[in-house]
């Protein structure tokens, strides 16, 4: 059954209302009526059926009839810092990092990277396609896309105490299972460089700030193949596959 976000500011009193996009999707494309039930999600963990009771074009209005789901008592957290690749790419890094469970998104700009920082209007669509990646796979929440931040920037932003990875290529000891022994983590930061790799300095920067270089497998990864490597890594030592 197709899954509608719906903001929590629009659940009141046990009524829900869809407006905008979603409004349109269920009213026009999916040719909802009223007495239809459909699931729901709030993108703060919290899932519902509802029952429609008018529809149009750019509103759609109903009651809910049961929560689905209660917020988690423990959430790991994954943050995955990544320096910008090429449009489609990136597009589907974006869809992908959300379905395996990344918490927040934050595109980086490295020495090497090639694609300049993107206009708002891209970065909203990044934010869409987060959305519908949600709704896909069945996250009561939705994956937060940030603004691009430098590589210096975001390190210096680290919240103390944060366990802070850097997959790297000529790591070839420590490996993600370990860093996570050595330090039992709750929430972690994985910074994944672009196509043409980390500069040393920018390594050498990364440790400065406690992150721990570290080993992906035996061969060499493209960008967005490592970040999503690394996640589904750390997410099954936080115990999300568990």
Request: with cysteine.
């Amino acid at each position: 059954m197709p899954r509608f976000f719906v903001p929590p500011e629009q659940l009141y009193n046990q009524k829900f209302t869809l407006l905008g996009s979603e409004a349109r999707h269920a009213a026009l494309v999916l040719r909802k009526k009223v007495g239809d039930v459909i699931d729901l999600f709030d993108g703060k963990d919290f899932s519902y059926q509802g029952r429609i009771e008018s529809v149009s074009a750019d509103r759609v209005a109903g009651v809910i009839l049961k929560e689905i789901s209660q917020p988690p008592t423990l959430r790991a957290e994954l943050v995955l810092c990544q320096a910008l690749i090429k449009g489609p790419k990136w597009d589907w890094l974006v869809e992908k990092a959300c379905e395996v469970g990344v918490t927040r998104l934050v595109p980086l700009v490295t020495a090497r990277t090639v694609v300049k920082p993107s206009k708002p209007e891209v970065r909203d669509r990044w934010k869409r396609i987060a959305l519908a990646a949600s709704k896909q796979c069945g996250r009561s929440d939705v994956m937060e896309v940030t603004v691009p931040k430098l590589l210096a920037d975001a390190l210096k932003d680290l919240p103390k105490d944060e366990l802070v990875l850097i997959p790297w290529e000529k790591e070839n000891k420590m490996t993600i299972r370990q860093a996570c022994l050595n330090h039992p983590p709750f929430s972690v930061h994985v910074f994944i460089g672009p196509e043409g790799g980390w500069e040393s300095q920018e390594v050498d920067l990364a440790i400065r700030h406690e992150a721990i270089p570290v080993r992906l497998g035996p061969t060499l990864l493209r960008s967005e193949t490592a970040g999503l490597v690394a996640a589904t890594l750390v997410l099954s030592e936080l115990g999300v596959y568990s």
